[in-house]
Every structure is written in C-alpha cells, then in structure tokens.
C-alpha cells in the first residue's frame, strides 16, 4: 500500500504523524510523509525515508500584506500538493490538521482517494472540522471530541494519540545516569511545548532560584530555542541541580525520572502525561480557540493535574502549587494514581488498523 501522511508544523502535529509512519513502514507500507517547508529547520528527530516538504502558509481574517502572501504561499503549496497526488499515487492520505493538510485531503477527496484525519486535541481545529465532513474517517484522541463534531457517528473512531516508539518507561537507575542526577532528590521537569514558552520559563526560574531547599531538588528543563542562553545564565547564578536542553528528544528519560512536571497542554503532552502517569501542574496556552484548556481539563477532571490560567501565572501562584504538592507526597501518589482511571490505547496500532482496512478492501489487518 502506498500511504501520504501530511501534517502542519507544531510538534503536537509532527510527533503523532511520525508514530504512524514508523509504524506503517514496520508493516511493510510505502509511506510518503509531507511536512511545511519551515519544518527543515527544527530538530524534530525523523527516520530516513520518503519526506516532501510544501510552503507553508499562515493566513487569517485580516486584509493586510501578510495575508497576501500567505495566499500565495498557500496556492503554491496547494499547487505541489496535487503535484506530490498525482506522482506518488497513495491509496489513502492521512491528515493531522493544521491549514497545511487542507490542499492534499481536498485533492484526494477529488480523486476519490480514501481519506483519514486524526484531532489530537480535545476541541477539533478549523482545519479538521472543515474537512471532518469531506473525509471516510474522524480519528480522535479524546471521547469529547466527538459532541464537537457535526458528523454521523459512525464516521468517528476513538484511537487516542499515537506516540513514539521510543516513549517507554525507563529503570530509574538508568535514567539518573543520563542526567548525572542523584538518588533520592525531587526531580522537576519543565517544559513548554515543542516551541517553547517564555512566560512558563521565567516564572519557573525565579520559582525555583528563590526555593529554600534548594539540596532536596533536581530539575530537567527543557526552554525552547530562544531563552535558552539566558536561562543557562540563569540557572549558574542559582545552586539548583540541574540539566537545561533547548530540545530534548529522548524524552523517555526525563518522564521516567519526573516526579512532578511543570508544562503547558499541548495534546501530544497530554498523551504522554497519560502514558507516564506523572502529577502535573499545567499551564494552558491561552490562544488558538483555547484547546489546551480543554485538555487540560480532563487531567484536572480526574484529579490527575492542578492548572494555573496563563493570565494567572505568576510567581507566587506558581510557589503556592508547587510547594503544596512537594510537601504532600501522599497528595503526588494519588494523582499518580488518578490516571488509572483512563482508558489505555495503543493508539499507534489502531490508527494504524484504521488507515490499512480504509486503504486496501479485502486485506487481512
């Protein structure tokens, strides 16, 4: 089976993309993956093997020479994407939302190709829902989903997130030694998504520089590309232990040493939470229809995570939480075990299934 797997740029886009395609080419598919031009540059770890990049464009509401161009980046990225159809020829495409998906899923739509898109998010993104209704089959990663779209039931298959191969729980011992870390101290890990976030960095920082017992704790940082130099100067003025990468891909080893960690809400994060069951304290990113809210929410729901409002974040509400659960250990172990309570999917394996019974009638899955 040939399989065309497009994305946006974000890494909650990226990484369950890359999950599937990993797990389609294991099983033998021919897999063409098709990211924006703006992807080159990031560190996103990606296996060799058929990629194609197509200009991105950013457009919104506004007339303005910004949006001019962004129709012209989206027209020349609609034009390679039926370029990228007619060349490859896929037996179904895969989409995972994001304004850069929408060329490719109209194109085979048109060309009666079987298609598939995958929300990661609770609250479904204009892009999926516009083509939600173009579409063989909705994947979802949250059972709310579905009371958001306007579709026939039937259409919606709940898979969860697919996550990396990789992402396995790790020997503690093991993932001491990748850090230097110690035994025995409360490790924190922090992290503001796959661009990082500016405001969670700060306010971290001068959180933890001004704790008083500073020898109890260890902290994994993971700040982003542009605070990166002055967090580093930062954290070498203070007496924290500590490790701060710009990225960090192996993260299986920061989620198996994590005793609590400090992060924004994307959904790929969320999925991971849910895998490692680690206690969290959250931080949604407040734009973009308020989708991390509302996943946030359904940690906090399950008593799983406390959530700050960004407008909220500030250094002693942030103190308040985090020196309430570092003083209560019985606290941290019943949100450990809160996450129990969730369904466990292998979501890889069933998107997987989803993609080769829409694409290949009468094969054996």
């Not at 994590?258 to 924004?264: F, K, M, N, Q, T």
């Amino acid at each position: 089976m040939r399989v065309l797997i497009v994305t946006g740029s974000s890494g909650g886009h990226i990484f369950p993309a890359i999950a599937l395609s990993d797990s389609l080419k294991n099983s033998g598919q021919e897999v063409l993956l098709v990211l924006p031009q703006k992807s080159r540059k990031d560190k996103i770890p990606i296996a060799p093997g058929q990629i194609k990049y197509i200009p991105a464009a950013v457009l919104n509401f506004n007339l303005s020479s910004k949006n001019i161009l962004g129709l012209w980046f989206f027209l020349w990225g609609a034009w390679e994407s039926l370029r990228i159809i007619i060349k490859f020829k896929p037996d179904v495409v895969v989409g995972f939302g994001s304004l850069n998906t929408l060329a490719l899923i109209f194109w085979a739509w048109l060309f009666r190709i079987k298609t598939i898109i995958h929300e990661q998010n609770v609250i479904c993104g204009r892009a999926n829902r516009l083509l939600a209704k173009l579409v063989d089959r909705v994947a979802v990663s949250f059972s709310q989903t579905r009371d958001g779209l306007n579709i026939a039931g039937e259409k919606i298959v709940l898979t969860g997130n697919p996550l990396r191969r990789d992402l396995v729980r790790l020997d503690k011992k093991e993932a001491l030694d990748f850090f230097k870390f110690k035994e025995g101290k409360f490790t924190i890990l922090i992290t503001g998504g796959s661009q990082g976030s500016h405001r969670l960095n700060a306010v971290c920082l001068e959180v933890l520089s001004a704790h008083q017992k500073k020898d109890d704790l260890q902290v994994i940082h993971i700040s982003g590309t542009q605070d990166f130099s002055w967090l580093a100067a930062g954290y070498a003025s203070s007496t924290l232990t500590y490790k701060l990468f710009d990225f960090l891909s192996q993260m299986q080893y920061a989620y198996s040493l994590a005793d609590l960690i400090i992060c924004r809400a994307g959904a790929t994060t969320i999925a991971e939470l849910q895998k490692f069951r680690i206690p969290a304290i959250l931080i949604p990113y407040p734009f973009v229809y308020a989708h991390q809210l509302a996943n946030a929410q359904v940690l906090e729901n399950l008593k799983a995570a406390l959530i700050i409002h960004d407008q909220e974040l500030t250094p002693d509400k942030l103190r308040g939480k985090f020196t309430e659960l570092l003083a209560d250990p019985q606290k941290l172990e019943s949100m450990r075990q809160a996450y129990t309570q969730l369904q466990v999917f292998d979501a890889t394996q069933l998107l997987a299934k989803e993609v080769l019974t829409s694409g290949c009638k009468g094969c054996y899955v």
